[in-house]
């Protein structure tokens, strides 16, 4: 196994345009993460998957962000409307279990960047 | 998930142990504890967890208060690979639907002189 893999690792995009980014977590796990860092700061949640189901979202997720995780594979977050306040590194993470007992397996990250 | 304390920044030389401390004094009989460590440009990577007992693996060890009100992680020989953002992170066993999110500090920056 790879581990978790993002795709792309790298994207510059203009104020207002879309932006999809993929996760594809470790296999077997059937628990996903998002989570958005800005620089200097630790990782910040963003929303939370068990196999295809959408179980948390942060206050953080305003109504231009929306993620998926069909047939509870990979994933995808997506920002409308991109703002420059967007620019940050978006982290994706994986688990096979929920709750304290379980670490989580994160991803390279994508680096947005919002001109 | 409780709060943690950890000093902004610490300094070592290669090949010497490192230890990290951590407090968390309101940590409730069900929160493990966990580290992890981001080095610069790169996701944070898992290092460790336990609950009461004190824990081992290949990359570090964690030493647990027996009041379980702070935590100590263990590098046995800081190499410059070792140069990164620790996170000390409190998560709830996850009864009930307990919050499954990792709540991320600032961590300690751990600089090696070689």
């Known amino acids: 196994d790879t581990g978790v893999s993002q795709d792309p690792r790298h994207k510059i995009t203009k104020r207002g345009q879309n932006v999809t980014f993929r996760c594809d977590p470790i296999s077997e796990h059937n628990r996903l993460y998002w989570y958005r860092q800005t620089l200097g700061q630790g990782p910040e949640f963003l929303t939370y998957f068990q196999n295809e189901a959408q179980l948390e979202k942060s206050r953080l997720l305003s109504d231009r962000f929306s993620a998926e995780r069909p047939k509870g594979s990979f994933s995808t977050l997506e920002i409308q409307r991109t703002e420059q306040g967007d620019s940050a590194m978006y982290l994706c993470a994986s688990s096979l279990g929920g709750g304290g007992r379980y670490e989580q397996y994160f991803g390279p990250g994508t680096r947005l960047t919002v001109t | 998930d409780a709060k943690t304390t950890q000093p902004n920044s610490m300094e070592s030389n290669e090949e010497e142990p490192v230890h990290l401390p951590c407090n968390h004094s309101?940590?409730?009989?069900?929160?493990?504890i966990h580290w992890y460590r981001q080095l610069p440009s790169q996701g944070p990577e898992y290092v460790i967890h336990?609950?009461?007992s004190n824990v081992n693996n290949r990359m570090a060890s964690l030493a647990i208060a027996e009041d379980r009100k702070s935590s100590t992680l263990i590098l046995h020989r800081a190499t410059l690979r070792d140069a990164a953002v620790y996170y000390c992170?409190?998560?709830?066993?996850?009864?009930?639907?307990?919050?499954?999110?990792?709540?991320f500090g600032t961590g300690t920056l751990l600089a090696v002189q070689p």
């Open positions: 336990g609950l009461t």
């Open positions: 309101t940590i409730s009989g069900t929160d493990y």
């Open positions: 992170i409190l998560r709830d066993v996850g009864y009930g639907g307990a919050t499954n999110k990792l709540i």
